[in-house]
Every structure is written in structure tokens, then in C-alpha cells.
């Protein structure tokens, strides 16, 4: 069982940053793959960034590719998205989430494939 907290939302001006953080319980977080997905009001939930267990190998959604990074730390059980150039489109909730998987490199991309999510944390970006 993996529990998923993630924290740092809040709202930006367009052009500004924020640093979005998922801290997870239990000692097998680094055997997890971990992603962030997003939700804008009245849409489904898409995905941003994953990164592989091993931390070797990132994967970006092409609307974030190049202002967006996703890091994590296996010693703290945290996983980051550090995001840049923010654009009021980037305006949802961001959510966290974990995936077992057997490959130290893959970067899952769709959401079934995720097996513990977060509580969500709001991103408002201003224009």
C-alpha cells in the first residue's frame, strides 16, 4: 500500500513557477514509477510527466515538454514537478500517483496503468 500526499499548489501569475511535491508512505517507494496527471474543470484527467523508478528516464506530455521537469528523491519518498513559464492553461488539479512496474526505465503514460493516487493539489495560473 502506497499513500500519496501532494502539496505546493497555489495560484501564479502567467510566466511564474511553482514547485509541486508528493510525498508517499511506505518503503517500496522506489519500485514505484511515479507520474503526475491533471484535471481542468469540465475535462478529463491527462497526463504531464513520468518518471522511471530508477529516476534514469523522464516522459513529458508535448504540452509541458520544455517547462515542465519531474524529479524524485528515493531517500525522502518524494516526487517533484517543477514547473516554469506557467500559462493559464496549465490552470487544473494536479494530481500524483504510483505504478507498479516491472521495468526500472518505464515511464507509464495513461492512468490505468497507475495503481495509488493523490488528493489532488489546485494549480491556478492568471493571466
Known amino acids: 500500500q502506497v499513500h500519496l500526499v501532494e502539496s505546493g499548489g497555489g495560484l501564479v501569475q502567467a510566466g511564474g513557477s511553482l514547485r509541486l511535491a508528493c510525498a508517499a508512505s511506505g518503503r517500496t517507494f522506489s519500485s514505484y514509477a511515479m507520474g503526475w496527471f491533471r484535471q481542468a474543470p469540465g475535462k478529463e484527467r491527462d497526463f504531464v510527466a513520468a518518471?522511471?523508478?530508477?529516476?534514469?528516464?523522464?516522459t513529458y506530455a508535448d504540452s509541458v515538454k520544455g517547462r515542465f521537469i519531474i524529479s524524485r528523491d528515493n531517500a525522502e519518498n518524494t516526487v517533484y514537478l517543477q514547473m516554469n513559464s506557467l500559462k493559464p492553461e496549465d490552470t487544473a488539479v494536479y494530481y500524483c500517483a504510483a505504478a507498479r512496474v516491472g521495468l526500472h526505465f518505464y515511464t507509464p503514460t495513461r492512468s490505468d496503468e497507475y495503481d495509488y493516487w493523490g488528493q489532488g493539489t489546485q494549480v491556478t495560473v492568471s493571466s
Open positions: 518518471i522511471s523508478w530508477s529516476g534514469s528516464r523522464t
